[in-house]
């Protein structure tokens, strides 16, 4: 760095400076957005009884915009049963107050039919959704309210929970909130609370985890008579382990366990692999 080649700076000088540094602000503070971008890459197992049933697969990049694709299927004896298989993906902005989404779209399948769903959203508002084919019980379930769509977010976004600066990624912060979800078919809500702190150790992360008790709390789209609905707004045994990705501030589910009428369903990542985009893009 060059010296002033005056002994002082005039006031001028000084001024102009000042103006510079100012300005140079929003740029740094770009930069250093962008060094918390990261990639996460992670492979579920899914066991009904101790029993495997199936997989799933999640990879995403999380920063100031996030794109999160997750394909599932089932297998072993949950194929004899229901042959099925499912992909969905979320895109959207990560602001202060959590995921902004901006498009959703999600297509599961078995032996029997394929279902689609598409849906666009801003300002956590639903602009569109498609469902094909509608469902066929459409008539019996709890209408579905132009307010119903309205602060929420679609369920892979729900996937992404921010914690604030200066509170702890594995600490009481990371649970507490109450997420508002629509899937294009039925709106609910998702009530974590804090339970305390584990150590998840598994291929690609060992180490602190937030563990959250969820209660599932149905608002519309379903059907009242519905015992599974009813089952599961009365369950009490759904815990979330969240993982921390530290550079951007969020966390999302390494394990999810919970109480079914078949017995202990427990989701557990066998593998979770946390990057950094700028690294992946230099390679």
Known sequence: MTRDPTPAMTLQMRKMKKRAILASLPLLASFACAAQAETLKAHYALSLMGINIGSAYA?????????????????????????????????????????????????????????????????????????????????????????????????????????????????????????SVFDGVTRFDVALAYSGEQTA????????????SARYMPIAGHRPDSKSTRYMAENRDINVWLAPLPEARVVVPIRIDLKTGAGELIIEASDFQIGSKRAETRR
Do not use: F, H
Not at 77 to 103: C, E, H, I, W, Y
């Open 59 to 179: 990879s995403g990049v999380v920063d100031r915009n996030y794109r999160i694709d997750i394909s599932m299927r089932t297998s072993g004896l949950a194929n004899l049963v229901n042959n099925t298989k499912g992909a969905a993906t979320a895109s959207g902005g990560l602001t202060a107050a959590g995921p902004s989404p901006a498009a959703y779209a999600n297509t599961t399948s078995n032996e029997e039919d394929v279902r689609t769903v598409r849906m666009s959203l801003a300002s956590n508002a639903v602009r569109m959704v498609e469902v094909k084919p509608e469902p066929w019980d459409a008539e019996q379930r709890i209408p579905v309210t132009d307010g119903n769509k309205k602060r929420v977010v679609d369920p892979v976004s729900a996937l992404i929970m921010n914690v604030p600066q200066g509170q702890e990624l594995t600490g009481p912060a990371a649970c507490n909130r109450t997420i």
């Open 201 to 212: 150790s598994t291929a690609g992360y060992s180490g602190p985890v937030a563990v959250c």
